[in-house]
Nanobody, 123 residues
């Protein structure tokens, strides 16, 4: 398994931007597909975006298409989530996670998780 640590969350006004980072330990980072999930209070943990091990393929949930961008730097063992045009409904705890199959959208299929970072978007 890989250990993951998220950073970059915070409070931002609607329309603003944030970039989340997820630093991973281990020498096999590029062999993992990576996903960003989010969980709002009282709701289930939902997929936001995923990226393949080499970074050539990505997936986005419909509500963030055109606003969020997932990327990774395998030399730095880091995956990013650039979030633009943020909306109050984007408010949640954001988690990164690692999976052997990059296209997984079910959180139960992800074995490694970070501790989460809070994103709050004010209206």
């Amino acid at each position: 398994q890989v250990q993951l640590v998220e950073s970059g969350g915070g409070l931002v006004q609607a329309g603003g931007s944030l970039r989340l980072s997820c630093a991973a330990s281990g020498r096999t980072f590029s062999s993992y597909g990576m996903g960003w999930f989010r969980q709002a209070p009282g709701k289930e943990r939902d997929i936001v975006a995923t990226i393949s091990g080499i970074g050539g393929m990505t997936y986005y949930t419909d509500s963030v298409k055109g606003r969020f961008t997932i990327s990774r730097d395998n030399a730095k063992n880091t995956v990013y989530l650039q979030m633009n045009s943020l909306k109050p409904e984007d408010t949640a705890v954001y988690y990164c996670a690692a999976s052997k199959y990059w296209r997984d959208t079910d959180p139960r299929r992800y074995a490694s998780w970070g501790q989460g970072t809070q994103v709050t978007v004010s209206s």
